[in-house]
């Protein structure tokens, strides 16, 4: 069972259904080289807290948040984090650390209602969420492991600096977020 838990939190990253998480996380790494493997790790571990603390929040409680303003909200940090990579040259990881961390909670409350409806409701939820959220950290390591080394290859391929093709990938993905939030936009 708890396997299971893993492997849904594996799946919940690195099934294509849910680009939408890939897409924000393809711009959150955008700029960092495979030598930064600190940051890119502690970047990715913000995301999980945040992810982590809401989904135990709105499976233990009751949702934060409507599912279509969640639906809102998740491209809308995208497209905050492509406008930070294309306006500020240099964000302190401090910075960057707290945002993916904030952002982290808002993507956690558009899966929070499917967990819950699979957690069993007659035992001890910390070790299906801790589970479930480690299957998440490990699909996100795996994910950006792999793209950070794509990126390697097209950085090396194209000559082009590792700043110009963070800009390609923040624009497109700004591009793709404004289609998406006006896509879900909740406020009719």
Not at 148 to 157: E, M, N
Not at 167 to 187: C, K, R, T
């Amino acid at each position: 069972m708890i396997s299971a838990y893993f492997s849904l939190g594996l799946t919940h990253i690195l099934d294509f259904e849910g680009y939408d998480h890939m897409l924000f996380l393809m711009i959150l790494i955008a700029g960092i080289r495979i030598k930064q493997w600190k940051n890119l790790l502690g970047l990715i571990t913000a995301f999980t807290i945040g992810h982590s603390i809401t989904l135990a929040i709105v499976t233990l409680n009751s949702p934060l948040l409507s599912s279509n303003v969640v639906e809102f909200f998740i491209p809308i940090t995208i497209l905050l984090t492509g406008i930070n990579n294309l306006v500020f040259k240099s964000t302190s990881i401090i910075i960057k650390l707290s945002l993916t961390l904030i952002f982290g909670l808002i993507h956690g409350m558009g899966f929070a209602s499917y967990l819950s409806a699979l957690l069993p409701q007659t035992e001890s939820l910390w070790k299906p969420l801790l589970y479930f959220n480690l299957g998440v950290e490990a699909g996100q390591i795996v994910f950006a492991s792999a793209f950070i080394g794509l990126l390697s290859i097209w950085q090396f391929v194209s000559k082009n600096s590792i700043r110009t093709i963070q800009n390609i990938i923040s624009a497109a993905g700004i591009a793709i977020s404004l289609f998406l939030a006006l896509s879900n936009w909740p406020f009719l």
